[in-house]
C-alpha cells in the first residue's frame, strides 16, 4: 500500500490486506486528500469476493496492496473484522460513495471521469447524475470495452482533463489491473475502483430497497436478481474460513509470546 498522506483512521489487517476502518463521511475525506496528493491515487472498494480472490492469487493480491486506500465494501469483510476482534465501524459501499463524491464534486467545483460498462449503462449513468446535480462537472466518460488504440486516446483524455475522481467500473479484476497499470501515466486526482456501480446508477441494474441494505441483505437480492450469480456466493464462505485461520493464526502467536 502506497502512502496516503495524512492518515486519520485505523487500518485493519484481514487476510494480510490493509483495510481502512472508516464510516462513509471518513472514506469521502480520504479519497477527497488522496486527489489533491498532486500524483494519482489508487482507492479501492473491496467486498468478500475480491478479498477472497486476492488472498489465493498472489498477483491479483498485489493490485490491492498497491492501492492507497482499501474500503470495506461488503458485509463479509465487516463481519470477519469482528471475528478477528478488531471491529471495522460499517460497511461503505462502492455505490454511495459514488454517490457522495459526485455530490461533493457537484457542491465544490470538482471534476469526475466515468470508465467502465456497456455504453448504454454509460451514458444512462450520466444522464441520472445531470439529472441529479445539474452543477456536476463530468470531464469525460467512455465505455469500458476498447481495444489498444482506444485505450490510448483514453489515457489521453484522461490525462489532459485531469479530473478529480475517476470512476473506474470495469470489474473485478480488470478495473484494478487498468489502475495499477496506467496509474503513473496519469496525474492528480485519484481513480476509484466501483464495479458495477455505473449499471446501477444507469438502473439497468436495481439495488436492493434501503430497507434490504441496513438489514445488509443486498447480497442476497442480488442473487435474487441474478440467479447466475450465485457460484460466486461460495467466495463468502471461502473469505470467512480464510480469516478464522488467520484468527486461530494470531491466536497460536500470541500463545508463543506468553
Not at 500500500?1 to 462513509?24: C, H, K, T, W, Y
Not at 465544490?108 to 451514458?123: H, M, N, V
Not at 485531469?162 to 481513480?191: C, Q, T, W, Y
Not at 436492493?208 to 436478481?225: D, T
Request: glycine share 8%.
Amino acid at each position: 500500500m502506497q502512502s496516503n498522506g495524512e492518515q486519520r483512521f485505523q487500518i485493519i489487517d484481514i487476510l494480510g490486506f490493509p483495510v481502512a476502518n472508516v464510516d462513509m463521511s471518513e472514506a469521502v475525506a480520504a479519497a477527497l486528500r488522496l486527489s489533491k496528493r498532486g500524483s494519482m491515487a489508487r482507492v479501492v472498494t473491496a467486498n468478500a469476493e475480491i478479498m477472497y480472490h486476492s488472498h489465493r492469487d498472489p498477483a491479483i493480491g498485489k493490485l490491492l496492496r498497491e492501492a492507497d486506500l482499501i474500503i470495506p465494501d461488503g458485509i463479509g469483510v465487516v463481519k470477519a473484522s469482528a471475528m478477528l476482534g478488531r471491529p471495522l465501524k460499517t460497511r461503505v459501499a462502492g455505490a454511495d460513495l459514488t454517490l457522495e463524491l459526485a455530490a461533493l464534486a457537484a457542491a465544490k467545483g470538482y471534476s469526475i471521469y466515468l470508465l467502465g460498462a456497456s455504453r448504454e449503462s454509460l451514458t444512462g449513468a450520466v444522464a441520472a447524475l445531470k439529472q441529479k446535480h445539474p452543477s456536476l462537472n463530468i470531464a469525460g466518460y467512455h465505455d469500458g470495452y476498447f481495444n489498444a488504440e482506444q485505450k490510448e486516446a483514453i489515457l489521453l483524455e484522461i490525462q489532459e482533463k485531469k479530473p478529480d475522481f475517476l470512476f473506474i467500473g470495469m470489474g473485478f479484476p480488470a478495473e484494478h489491473r487498468f489502475a495499477s497499470e496506467n496509474r503513473d501515466r496519469l496525474s492528480g486526482g485519484v481513480m476509484i475502483g466501483v464495479g458495477g456501480t455505473i449499471d446501477a446508477l444507469s438502473g439497468k441494474v436495481k439495488r436492493a430497497p434501503l430497507w434490504v441494505q441496513r438489514l445488509n441483505l443486498e447480497w442476497a437480492y442480488r442473487f435474487a436478481q441474478n440467479p447466475r450469480r450465485l457460484k460466486r456466493f461460495w467466495a463468502l464462505p471461502g473469505f470467512m474460513l480464510a480469516a478464522y485461520s488467520q484468527k486461530r493464526a494470531e491466536s497460536r502467536a500470541r500463545a508463543k509470546e506468553n
